[in-house]
């Protein structure tokens, strides 16, 4: 009766470390395809930087685009000042070069903006570069590790099937 006893608590043991095993083996997926997740949540900022990094620039573009119609319709002016020929036109003429000028002044400060706004993108999308090379290998590091883990737990699920096999049959 006693090795019969004994018998059973061995199978219920074994029994009790398939399941853990199983349990771990269920959760080695899950744990690479977070990992996974995290990888293309840093794709996705690099993404992220690289479409502001260039709408930073086509904003410059425009910016400096506007800036050479504004210089040109200055220059425009400044030949028109030569032709005119009453002071009312004169003064006229002068105020709208120096509308011109102020815009000028705007749409430079402006471009200034935008440049340092793209040296800092470029440094961010760098990083975030860097984040996503780190992030692959830390990735591809874990994925090994947890791969070889499930190897391991396949093995041990074999012995303790194995195993319980021997027992049901001494059992019965």
Known sequence: MLTELEKLISLQTCDMEMRALESRLEQIPKEIEALEKEVATERANVKAAEEALNESKKTRRTLEGELELVESKIAKYRDQLMQVKS????KAMQKQIQVAE??????????????E?????QLELATRKKEVEEGLARVHKQEAELEAEASKLQDQLRERQSENKEIKSCIL
Do not use: A, G, Q, R
């Open 102 to 115: 102020e815009e000028i002044s705007t749409k430079e400060d402006l471009i200034l903006i935008k440049m």
């Open 87 to 90: 002071n009312d036109e004169y």
């Open 117 to 121: 706004d793209t040296d800092s993108l």
